[in-house]
């Protein structure tokens, strides 16, 4: 049996993000491989900005005095909405919800019909063309 390679985590990463690292990977090791060490990296890191953002919300609020006093949106809700961004795109990619496993299983489900059809018909030159009704 062919062993696959761990996937390390970046040196790089926050103690949070590397907390993050340490309880997804696992969960995760039978799908990732060493070419997904980025992706997932960038997932924890921006997963441990949203929660410090989260935090920074929760203790000084959405709202904020600004340097003229006004009232003005807490600068930290800017971070915690790129981060949020992040975290969606980049779990996306490693099929972190209902919807992105969805689609790359109809995905994976392609390919290997796919590969069924041109094992069975090798020497065929009309096997990759499908006919529909």
Request: aromatic share 4%.
């Given at each position: 049996m062919?062993?696959?390679?761990?996937?390390?985590?970046?040196?790089?990463?926050s103690?949070?993000?590397?907390?993050?690292?340490?309880?997804?990977?696992?969960?995760?090791?039978?799908?990732?491989?060493?070419?997904?060490?980025?992706?997932?990296?960038?997932?924890?890191?921006?997963?441990?900005?949203?929660?410090?953002?989260?935090?920074?919300?929760?203790?000084i609020?959405?709202?904020?005095?600004?340097?003229?006093?006004?009232?003005?949106?807490?600068?930290?809700?800017?971070?915690?909405?790129?981060?949020?961004?992040?975290?969606?795109?980049?779990?996306?990619?490693?099929?972190?919800?209902?919807?992105?496993?969805?689609?790359?299983?109809?995905?994976?489900?392609?390919?290997?019909?796919?590969?069924?059809?041109?094992?069975?018909?090798?020497?065929?030159?009309?096997?990759?063309?499908?006919?529909?009704?």
């Open positions: 062919i062993r696959k390679p761990a996937v390390t985590a970046p040196d790089w990463l103690p949070e993000a590397r907390a993050e690292w340490d309880r997804l990977a696992p969960l995760l090791a039978a799908a990732l491989t060493p070419l997904d060490r980025d992706t997932l990296a960038v997932f924890v890191t921006a997963l441990a900005r949203l929660a410090k953002a989260e935090a920074e919300i929760a203790r609020g959405e709202v904020v005095r600004g340097a003229t006093g006004a009232a003005v949106v807490n600068p930290w809700c800017a971070v915690a909405r790129t981060a949020a961004d992040q975290v969606h795109r980049f779990g996306s990619e490693l099929g972190l919800s209902p919807a992105a496993r969805a689609r790359l299983a109809g995905k994976a489900s392609k390919a290997a019909a796919k590969a069924q059809d041109e094992q069975q018909t090798p020497d065929n030159p009309l096997a990759s063309i499908r006919l529909h009704a």
